[in-house]
């Protein structure tokens, strides 16, 4: 009886398979209503009593035995069949493609087009003092054209403000900058423009500077006739009057973008031309400002909002949008 325990030991310490019906079989032959483990399990009765003892610890042992080689199999088996049911080479899930706000992608063109001919990118605060958003620039107090850009105050202390336009930047670098400079100055501005539901007190801006010697008009109407080109693929360009405080003389840019749609008509307004930027050579009185002499330096000046020009580009009629993050309208621009 001993040495059949000992044999059966063997056996299931040998036993090895892959296969889930095997197991199953193997644990019916041992521990099955028949199985040999509970054979010798009902033997028990007959074994004379100095006996019983051992044998208790080897039947034990021998029902252990096979139930630590069921784990076993088990385990392997499991372990197989999650290797098996992935395809380990299978390629993962996709990432989620993010996208550049409209915004950043046309002012990231804009500033790639004028770095090509040599301007550099210029930051500044967007809460800003009074001297760099108006007085410097030829707006002291009082002057009319401020109420063009009325902005957010500070109640206790009315010099800090949030800027109206990010031409406080260009007095920045010219008060630390010798020349000659060429900048560009994108950035968030703000205005209080609650007057219509469909302006936003918050937009963003990019205006170039260029002091040297002998700037001219010329100078300056080629580099915006450059852009235009380069951003539209619209050369021609015309310059009308107007009036900023930091100009002298000023004028207001539009480009020919054509009459060929109805879209054409209703974004012209039937004229085929489109208003695109502010600008100008800059006042001797803002040269004077910041400490460069305007007998030996001049420049020019110009300034646009980026929106209108994304509106432009893409279509877009609703300036809200732009705002509300909406992934619907984002998403659009995923790959571009
Ligand atoms: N700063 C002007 C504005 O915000 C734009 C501008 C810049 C005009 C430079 C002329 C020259 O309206």
Redesign the pocket.
């Known amino acids: 009886m001993f040495d059949k325990i000992e044999e059966l030991l063997l056996q299931v310490r040998q036993f090895q398979t892959g296969d889930k019906n095997e197991i199953e079989q193997f644990r019916i032959v041992y521990l099955g209503k028949k199985g040999s483990v509970t054979e010798l399990f009902e033997k028990f009765r007959e074994v004379p009593a100095e006996q019983k003892k051992e044998f208790g610890q080897k039947i034990n042992g021998l029902k252990q035995a096979v139930n630590a080689k069921l784990d076993e199999l088990k385990a392997a088996l499991s372990t197989e069949t999650i290797a098996e049911k992935s395809d380990l080479t299978r390629p993962g899930l996709p990432l989620e493609l993010g996208s550049r706000h409209p915004i950043s992608i046309v002012r990231n063109r804009i500033t790639e087009i004028f770095r090509s001919i040599g301007f550099a990118v210029a930051d500044g605060p967007e809460v800003e003092d009074d001297w760099h958003n108006f007085t410097a ?1 030829n707006l002291p107090e009082y002057h009319p054209a401020r109420d ?2 009325d902005t957010f105050f500070i109640e206790q202390n009315p010099d800090i403000l949030l800027r ?4 406080s930047v ?1 007095i920045r670098y010219m008060e630390n900058n010798e020349p000659p400079m060429r900048i560009l100055s994108p950035g968030r ?1 703000f205005r209080n423009e609650a007057i219509s539901s469909r302006s936003h007190c918050i937009f963003h ?1 990019i ?3 260029y002091i040297d010697k002998d700037v001219s008009f010329a100078d300056l109407k080629q580099t915006i006739q450059y852009f235009t080109t380069e951003l539209f693929g619209k050369s021609k360009i015309r310059m009308r009057p ?1 009036y ?1 405080p ?2 002298e003389p ?2 207001e840019v539009d480009v020919y973008w054509g009459l060929n749609s109805e879209t054409d008509y209703r974004i012209t307004k039937g004229t085929g031309w489109l208003e695109i ?4 050579m ?1 006042d001797p009185a803002v040269l004077k400002n910041v400490n460069i002499d305007p007998e030996k330096y001049s420049g ?6 980026i929106e209108r020009i994304v509106m432009l580009l893409y279509q877009i009629s609703d300036i809200r949008l732009f705002f509300e993050n909406d992934l619907r309208t984002l998403e659009q621009f995923k790959t571009l």
């Open positions: 620039l063009m850009q109206t336009h990010t031409s260009q501005v801006q205006e170039g500077l107007s900023f930091f100009t000023s004028a930027l502010g600008c100008g800059v020019y000046a110009f300034g646009m909002g």
